[in-house]
């Protein structure tokens, strides 16, 4: 794999640990800001909506800037979000600076996967993807575990200052080492947006924020969950996130391998042991032992999904693959802000912690009816041809 992605990993990491950490920080910020868990809980919401809102409005107005000049320009506006999150004197300011950050992480992303693709043979591009996205799954293993013991032992603000600083890095490797001349797709913006008139994009995107809202529906209270239903301290809910984040890692690069080589297949079988990893935590969460080895295998499962759904959309818009990216980026994220509010509207309605899996089965099963569903059409389709 060329240096190049490397870098582009680097900032994945920085976005990555900035996302996911102030899940594993929850507590900590409801106190000091003086809100609910459920309210603290939407700042995962107002992120994943920024991302959603803005990623097809930075995408198209940066559209026609070189590709590398527009990473450049993402990953600034990172440095400056985040450096907002640590200074953000109350809560409306903070969610503020969230959702400022997040408008330019959807178009990172998509920008960023399609630039990955380009930079390697046909046969490899969802494995480049995956290395790219490689950069989240890291900043799950290191990132957000190191962030959350150094929140709760420095502040929660800290974390937050350490990855403008390494967003900074990021900027500087992708400068360095990201080739002048990448090839981009000359355009217009109806052509662009005239992929969404293609059925099978609207199935793939569907499917991006399915999948991702199962996810989000327990993962954002994944800290209360450990504590006050697992049993756990906060340096033990650290480890199960270490070891959570180790899935990630692992399912990245199973995904990226199975979608180069059968995709839509691996796509329905991905789903349907994530159907079935819901449930088996929803029994495993009362047993410390059980809890982290189903987190495991929950985040082998959950991740190996992202690349080939990555993969899946720019196949299908061919024609934009730049817009269709970073708009499953905004699926992703929609997802993620339609769990976390599932998840805490189930909460404040009085539904207990260990109920939230179920939550997340559910939208595992239409996530799996509406890939199904794209398969047949797709088939149908064929035949009449």
């Known amino acids: 794999m060329p240096i190049a992605l490397f870098a582009l990993a680097i900032a994945a990491f920085a976005v990555g640990t900035s996302e996911f950490v102030v899940m594993g920080l929850l507590p900590d910020v409801a106190r000091d800001l003086s809100?609910?868990?459920?309210?603290?809980?939407?700042?995962?919401t107002g992120y994943a909506l920024g991302v959603t809102i803005g990623a097809p409005i930075v995408a198209i107005a940066i559209a026609r800037v070189p590709r590398k000049r527009a990473l450049m320009i993402l990953i600034s506006t990172f440095v400056m979000g985040n450096a907002l999150c640590a200074v953000a004197p109350n809560y409306a300011v903070l969610m503020f600076a969230r959702v400022l950050t997040a408008f330019g992480h959807g178009a990172?992303?998509?920008i960023g996967s399609v630039v990955a693709a380009s930079l390697v043979a046909?046969?490899?591009r969802a494995q480049a993807m995956a290395l790219l996205f490689t950069g989240l799954t890291v900043a799950n293993v290191l990132?957000?575990?190191?962030?959350?013991a150094l929140g709760q032992f420095a502040g929660w603000r800290t974390p937050f200052w350490v990855v403008s600083a390494i967003a900074i890095v990021a900027a500087v490797a992708v400068a360095v080492c990201l080739p002048n001349d990448i090839a981009m797709q000359r355009t217009s913006l109806a052509r662009e947006f005239r992929v969404l008139r293609n059925p099978q994009v609207l199935f793939g995107l569907g499917g991006s924020a399915l999948s991702s809202a199962a996810l989000f529906s327990v993962f954002t209270y994944i800290t209360p969950i450990l504590e006050d239903v697992t049993?756990?301290?906060p340096h033990a809910v650290t480890i199960a996130l270490l070891v959570f984040g180790l899935g990630l890692t692992v399912g990245s690069t199973l995904g990226g391998r199975l979608a180069d080589w059968r995709l839509m297949p691996s796509l329905l079988a991905l789903q349907t042991v994530l159907a079935l990893v819901m449930v088996a935590f929803s029994v495993a969460m009362h047993e410390p032992i059980a809890a982290v080895i189903t987190m495991f295998v929950?985040?082998?499962?959950?991740f190996a999904i992202v690349p080939p759904l990555q993969m899946l959309i720019v196949d299908r818009a061919s024609d934009a693959p730049n817009l269709a990216a970073t708009l499953n980026q905004g699926a992703f994220n929609l997802g993620n802000a339609t769990g976390a509010w599932?998840?805490?509207?189930?909460?404040?309605?009085?539904?207990?912690?260990?109920?939230?899996?179920?939550?997340?089965?559910?939208?595992?099963?239409?996530a799996l009816a509406v890939m199904g569903w794209s398969v047949l059409q797709m088939r149908r389709a064929a035949a009449l041809a």
Not at 343 to 352: D, I, Q
């Open 35 to 44: 809100v609910s868990i459920p309210s603290a809980g939407m700042l995962v």
């Open 298 to 302: 929950w985040g082998v499962f959950a």
């Open 143 to 148: 990132g957000v575990p190191l962030g959350t």
């Open 231 to 233: 049993g756990f301290t």
């Open 342 to 366: 599932l998840g805490g509207t189930a909460l404040a309605a009085g539904v207990s912690l260990s109920t939230l899996p179920w939550v997340g089965l559910i939208c595992v099963l239409l």
């Open 122 to 124: 046909p046969n490899k």
């Open 108 to 110: 990172f992303f998509g």
